[in-house]
């Protein structure tokens, strides 16, 4: 894992961007793992800004996001399918039939989740992951006690991330309790994660996920498994972590960074 610490919110969502975008430009025909929350708003902005102004091209890339609400259309206002057709699907080129989300108000979620994970093998898996945290220390809705070798499936949502996502809904009573995820499993075997946190708010859990111990209690913490996992942080979500200096030094010296400095 490598931890990289922005001086802000807008700055730690352009390297975020930046890493998408280079990523895209070597390989055209990516394969993206989406990811929805508050945070990943400035991201696709900034996604939306380099496809107008610097002709990024995700005519070939394919997209699969991490998860969505049990119960809602795709139409839903409050569906991740909408979420990404307003962030970032109507702005750029990707193409329709390559953007794929599971489908919460499928009539047998358990089917929905076998194919959605038989989509992820045709397409001959992630080549780049982008993953939020919640307060509760999930990544996609793998909350608390997630098997660590999970596969997409449906997941109860704990009193943490409710509490967190019920403005959105415009109450906790109108938010659904369910939803279907990719498993933490199906996130560890990406060839590469980039997770982004920002804020005071995420200062505690990134500091538990990035430096305490591996634990279905915060999968977050399952990512220092991956293999190539980079973590992008603003300076209020940093504020906890023991070896600031040792990131910082990274990010000012090692020649991967060189061009995003
Ligand atoms: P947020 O959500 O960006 O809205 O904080 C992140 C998450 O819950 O994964």
């Known amino acids: 894992m ?14 975020v961007a930046r890493i998408v975008a280079g990523e895209v430009r070597a390989n055209p025909r990516a394969v993206l793992g989406l990811a929805t929350g508050g945070t990943m708003e400035r991201v696709y902005r900034q ?3 380099m496809h107008r102004e610097e002709r990024l091209d995700f005519s070939g890339c394919t997209t699969f996001n991490l998860d969505e609400y049990v ?26 039939g390559k953007t794929h989300l599971p489908h919460g108000n499928a009539p047998d979620l358990a089917a929905e989740c076998r194919r959605y994970e038989e989509l992820l093998q045709q397409a001959g898996g992630i080549d780049l992951q982008l993953l939020g945290i919640g ?3 999930h990544i996609g809705f793998n909350e608390p006690l997630s098997a660590l070798r999970s596969r997409t499936r449906e997941k109860a949502l704990t009193p943490a991330t409710v509490k967190q996502n ?12 369910r939803a279907l995820t990719m498993g933490v499993g199906t996130i560890l075997d990406t060839r590469r994660c980039v997770l982004l946190a920002t804020g005071a708010s995420k200062a ?8 305490g111990p591996i634990t279905s209690m915060i999968t977050a913490s399952a990512l220092q498994w991956h293999p190539r996992c980079t973590v992008v942080v603003d300076e209020e979500a940093a504020a906890q972590l023991q070896e600031k200096e ?6 000012a010296n090692e020649p991967e960074w060189e061009s995003y400095r």
């Open 166 to 177: 019920a403005p959105y809904f415009g109450g906790e009573d109108k938010m659904p309790r």
């Open 2 to 15: 490598e931890v990289l610490i922005q001086a802000d919110a807008e700055r730690a969502a352009l390297l």
């Open 204 to 211: 505690e859990i990134i500091a538990r996920a990035v430096e």
């Open 71 to 96: 119960g809602l259309a795709p139409d839903d206002l409050n569906s991740y399918h909408r979420y990404m057709r307003e962030h970032l699907f109507r702005h750029v080129n990707l193409a329709p």
């Open 47 to 49: 996604l939306v800004r």
């Open 246 to 251: 040792y990131y910082r030094w990274i990010f």
């Open 135 to 137: 307060t509760s220390g």
